[in-house]
């Protein structure tokens, strides 16, 4: 069974939520109704080893992504982050140093964005590492930017150059020597940084439509944006934002750039659609434009088809 | 490295958040302040396989399980749990039929409790189940009860009998044949029931003073209490509640029931202490009483010791 098919399946066994203002399953975030002129957003992520990491890799950067993949969904909504509880399973071979290292890079990310740990649970594991993040933050009643609100003829545009993180992970693999270029990006894998002040400013547009967070590759998140909105999307790929490391070390080792820019996922950009001709922030990209083509993606500017990642 | 280490790790790593009635790490809840006079009660569970259950239990009472402890947080606050979050992780080789029970078991307690799900994550997992649940409930601003607020002279009082699940999973594990005391017995194992009416009416006793629920078995819950609370306690074991049935199986099995009702967890009935006097419910019954001799627990109508199960 595929993830999406058990969202499915949960959505059809389960009430929905989804009444006054207040969101269950299906965004960036559910929303809930705090009750005084504020609304909650409420995400939460499970990274297991072996699926979404390995034992190998850095335990400072694995902490400082645990939490900030929550904090993106945050930034997603438009909403502050507020508050997180982190539960961890550790087998008891775990190495000490594994643990604070964790830890470090978990309460970093934290320090970084005013975030208060509150609680969450501990135990072992007889098999692998597991770690869920549970994150509470909140955004003005009825202000939270929901993945639904994409209208036909709105501009497609992104916060920030796609493909880094996945770069990065790629010159991890190969092992290349860390130039300028090659350090940059494996520091936007390592430590992504989520776009909350980018969120907060965007969610106050006049014309702001839908918008989420870039976490499995703007080919296959775009798509969540279609399905809630009923719409269909035009991105001319030519016009994707890329970083001057990423089109660098790509050209040099013959990388496929736009794969890797459209098919690469944890950028942690924000992808939103708004009103054509809305005055825009400079870190913003206008790469296409909503159609009322139902849930069709077109793509200019090249002949392939991309698909993001799937996690089953 | 122990679980209550690992707490303390990251108590001394990180902010503390407990200020202005907000409560961080270290109760069966955390607390954040609404701001509408109300209060939201957090709680997080993680479920191992392995660890906490094994592939060939009961998926529906595995499900109805991992809701149910975190229900039980709230109602050790004096709390109305309102919303979960579900993060699932499952191997490729999982039957659908296993994730259909495991669900019905989570919304047959939801639904039981007029709890919502609100969202969660799902993905595979390389090696075991992994299971998080997320709680938010709510009380009246201020009037959440802690873990701290026992006083040298309060009674202490545990709403129900305690040892029931203990003897229940006995009674599977030594498959005993199922008459009316053995199926009372495993029905309080398999499907706990969280005492979250009983919370709300202690929560407005006047007298009240400290409470939790108890899930590790008394003789370890009642130390958080003394440790937070900064006092001691005397607890006559003769006093200790036990059910009919209880009773019944354990000496026709030569069962040692005061192993079983002191050390067994997964009750879920609430631990709490009043001023002396205070009028209880019928359900209520004093088994012992606070004294100053800091953390010092010591046992009455017994000459043996006793202590919690541990999780690391």
Redesign the interface.
């Known amino acids: 069974?595929g993830?999406f098919d058990?969202?499915e399946?949960?959505k059809s066994?389960?009430?929905s939520?989804n009444q006054d203002g207040q969101i269950?399953?299906g965004d960036d975030?559910?929303v809930?109704d705090?009750?005084?002129g504020?609304e909650w957003l409420?995400?939460?992520?499970?990274l297991?080893?072996?699926?979404?990491f390995l034992r190998s890799q850095n335990p400072y950067s694995l902490g400082w992504k645990s939490a900030a993949v929550n904090i993106s969904d945050i930034a997603a909504m438009g909403g502050t982050p507020r508050?997180v509880?982190?539960?961890?399973?550790?087998p008891?071979a775990l190495s000490?140093t594994w643990?604070?290292e964790f830890?470090?890079g978990f309460?970093d990310i934290?320090?970084q964005h005013h975030v208060?740990?509150?609680?969450?649970?501990?135990?072992?594991?007889?098999?692998?590492i597991?770690v869920?993040v549970?994150i509470?933050g909140e955004a003005e009643k009825g202000r939270s930017i929901k993945r639904s609100a994409a209208r036909v003829g709105d501009w497609i545009v992104v916060t920030g150059p796609l493909g880094d993180s996945a770069a990065g992970l790629k010159c991890i693999l190969s092992d290349l020597p860390a130039d300028e270029h090659v350090k940059a990006l494996i520091q936007k894998h390592t430590q992504p940084c989520p776009r909350i002040h980018e969120g907060l400013q965007l969610a106050q547009l006049e014309g702001i439509g839908a918008m989420m967070d870039i976490s499995d590759g703007i080919a296959s998140d775009l798509r969540h944006i279609l399905k809630a909105s009923g719409v269909g999307a035009r991105v001319n790929v030519t016009k994707i934002p890329r970083s001057a490391a990423f089109s660098a070390v790509c050209q040099r080792e013959s990388w496929d750039e736009l794969d890797l820019a459209l098919g690469g996922g944890e950028d942690y950009e924000l992808l939103f659609t708004c009103r054509p001709g809305t005055p825009l922030p400079a870190y913003c990209t206008v790469i296409g434009e909503i159609t009322s083509h139902s849930e069709q993606l077109e793509w200019v500017g090249t002949e392939r088809d991309f698909s993001g990642y799937r996690?089953?």
């Open positions: 069974m993830e058990l969202i399946k949960i066994i389960f009430p939520a269950g399953i975030c559910a809930l705090c009750g005084n504020r409420v995400s939460t992520d499970m297991i080893e072996d699926v979404h508050w509880f982190l539960s961890i399973a550790l008891a000490p643990i604070d830890l470090k309460r934290l320090s208060l740990l509150m609680g969450g649970d501990t135990c072992s594991s007889k098999n692998g597991c869920n549970a509470i996690h089953f």
